[in-house]
Each structure stands twice: as C-alpha cells, then as structure tokens.
C-alpha cells in the first residue's frame, strides 16, 4: 500500500471539528478504475504522476474535512505548465500536481492563483501535501487558504503561510 493510501486511510475513522464546532470527516466517493485512469490519460494526452493515481484509486474524488478533492473528471490539465488539478478552492484558485513535463519535478504539488501563469510551489509531493493539509485542519479546524495569512508577517505559519511572500511584486489576485 503506498504512503498516500496509508494516510488517508488512517484517516478515514477521524472526526474533527471546524472553527465553528461544526464535525468534519473524510468522505470519499469510489475508486477510479484502471481503465477510466488510462482514458484520461489518452484524452488529456499526459501520464498521470503515480501519487495521484494512487490516490484516485482510493477515491475518485474525496472530501477532505470540508476539502474539495476533485474526481477524476473534474480535474483539468495546464498542458503548458504540465500541472493537473487536484484541489478546488472554489474561488478560482486551485492546487496542482506537476506532470513530467513541468517545470517543477513529477508530483510536486503547486498551488496556482486564477490561472496556471501565476503558481507557487507548495510541497515536494502529494503525500506530503495530505499529511500537513490533514494536521492543519486537526489544530486549526481549517486549511487556511493563502489570502488568509497576513502579508508580511512572521506570526503564523501553515502550509500555505510562504505564498504570499513568494508573489510579492507580482501582479495576481492576491496581491490586489
């Protein structure tokens, strides 16, 4: 069993709570199969990188304590930056996985600010990414988005706490 799985699965039988008191929990729909893997892979014309597979084979798609996961078809790929989504914030802000082709080493996990053009590298892989993704909403009760850490301050860190300072003089929606 990969790490990812490992993970997640250890996971399953957790029940947090939101900063509200609000109970969160892991739901995940049904795996992926193998063949629905490789057509989208032939349609998108990219190998998926081995810890997202391994993770839609566990689940095609999940809620990750309130988390959007997103399927297998959902998922878009930026061929020019060779990054395939797997998170949604819902505000037009996603995380990446990178594919071969980018420019950032295979399943390094990249979070992209309204568009592939403006990305900021997050983690060195997907398992780390869930590991510190789960601890953060486990001590938080939230996995802080990067508009919600305060510009230029050293008094909280998290998994998204460098973004800001990585865009710094560059013109995107975070810095507006």
Same mark, same amino acid.
């Given at each position: 069993?990969?790490?990812?799985?490992?993970?997640?699965? #250890? @996971? *399953?039988n957790?029940?947090?709570e939101?900063?509200?008191?609000?109970?969160?929990?892991?739901?995940? #729909?049904?795996?992926?199969?193998?063949r629905?893997?490789? $057509?989208?892979?032939?349609? %998108?014309g990219?190998?998926?990188?081995?810890?997202?597979? $391994? %993770?839609l084979?566990? @689940?095609?798609g999940? #809620? %990750?304590?309130?988390?959007v996961? *997103? =399927?297998?078809?959902?998922?878009?790929?930026?061929? &020019?930056q !060779?990054l395939?989504?797997? +998170?949604?914030? !819902?505000?037009?802000?996603?995380?990446?996985?990178?594919?071969s =082709?980018?420019?950032?080493?295979? &399943?390094?996990?990249?979070?992209? &600010?309204h568009?592939p053009?403006?990305?900021?590298k997050i983690? $060195?892989?997907?398992t780390?990414?869930?590991?510190?993704?789960?601890n953060?909403? /486990?001590? /938080? !009760?939230?996995?802080? +988005?990067?508009?919600?850490?305060?510009p &230029? #301050?050293?008094?909280d860190?998290g998994?998204?706490g460098?973004?800001?300072?990585?865009?710094?003089?560059?013109?995107?929606?975070?810095? /507006?």
């Amino acid at each position: 069993m990969s790490h990812i799985i490992e993970i997640l699965d #250890s @996971a *399953m039988n957790l029940e947090l709570e939101d900063e509200d008191g609000n109970r969160l929990k892991l739901e995940a #729909s049904v795996p992926a199969s193998e063949r629905d893997l490789n $057509d989208r892979e032939g349609r %998108l014309g990219v190998k998926i990188p081995l810890e997202l597979r $391994d %993770l839609l084979m566990f @689940a095609n798609g999940l #809620s %990750l304590f309130g988390q959007v996961i *997103m =399927s297998l078809q959902e998922q878009d790929y930026f061929s &020019n930056q !060779g990054l395939l989504s797997f +998170h949604n914030w !819902g505000n037009g802000d996603f995380d990446c996985v990178a594919a071969s =082709s980018s420019k950032y080493p295979e &399943n390094t996990v990249v979070f992209m &600010n309204h568009g592939p053009e403006i990305s900021v590298k997050i983690e $060195d892989n997907l398992t780390a990414w869930f590991e510190k993704a789960i601890n953060e909403i /486990r001590e /938080r !009760g939230v996995l802080l +988005h990067p508009g919600d850490y305060i510009p &230029n #301050s050293n008094a909280d860190s998290g998994l998204y706490g460098g973004v800001l300072a990585a865009l710094e003089g560059i013109d995107c929606e975070l810095n /507006r």
